[in-house]
């Protein structure tokens, strides 16, 4: 079974500070995705990356970046962290980015900035 | 450009009672569709998906869906719900734009089995 693992499962940061969210997934994944998911507007992209050093906009980037290293590892930068970035935040990945392919999920970070 | 509207935030519905979550999407590209389920306090993970040939889908714990294209539509259907049902149901759809699988998910449906 595919395995999507994210560094923390709760955050409480403060206005302003670096925050850094860690996914990790061990089935050699080519694509690797970042999403928040907010009450009623379910799951938007943030960014997504289709190989080791690539990296693509999703439709909110701003406010974010990212970064991937190694195949396997995908981290979520959140520069200077505001309120209205307080969310759960999902990371994904995918076989090969193809349109049939499934997603897998971690379990999500719930990402508090006061 | 692709999107998908789940018209209903939230189903309560009776223990052993049927229930249909819908779900209409639009795209300029072809797509395939997917359903995915969220357990309280866990990710998404896959309930089925529609990739080609019968239009009637089925998950491994009773759910199907049809994939209805001149409606625009894949609904999602369990002729007796269990409170094990209890979760948040996504409707997603994923088409290649710009060089890149896209998907976009629906806001999601949340589905309350009452005892």
């Known amino acids: 079974d595919v395995k999507v693992t994210q560094s923390s499962r709760y955050l409480v940061k403060r206005t302003g500070e670096k925050v850094f969210l860690e996914c990790v997934q061990d089935m050699d994944h080519e694509n690797m995705f970042w999403y928040r998911q907010d009450p009623g507007l379910g799951l938007r992209l943030i960014y997504f990356?289709?190989?080791?050093?690539?990296?693509e906009k999703g439709d909110i980037p701003e406010g974010y970046s990212v970064s991937r290293e190694k195949k396997e590892r995908f981290s979520l930068i959140l520069e200077s962290a505001s309120t209205n970035q307080t969310s759960m935040y999902l990371c994904a990945s995918s076989l090969a980015g193809a349109s049939t392919d499934t997603q897998y999920f971690g379990p999500g970070t719930r990402l508090t900035v006061l | 450009a692709q999107s998908v509207t789940q018209l209903d935030s939230q189903v309560p519905v009776f223990e052993e009672a049927p229930v249909e979550l819908r779900c209409n999407y639009s795209s300029s590209v072809s797509v395939y569709l997917f359903w995915y389920v969220q357990y309280p306090n866990q990710g998404l993970q896959l309930l089925l998906k529609y990739l080609s040939g019968s239009t009637l889908v089925e998950s491994i714990n009773g759910f199907e869906a049809e994939f209805n294209k001149s409606q625009t539509s894949f609904h999602l259907r369990k002729p007796s719900v269990h409170i094990s049902d209890t979760a948040e149901y996504f409707c997603?759809?994923?088409?290649?734009?710009?060089?890149?699988?896209?998907?976009?998910f629906g806001t999601g449906t949340k589905l309350q089995v009452i005892p």
């Open positions: 990356s289709y190989d080791v050093k690539m990296k």
């Open positions: 997603a759809v994923s088409g290649f734009l710009g060089g890149y699988q896209k998907v976009t």
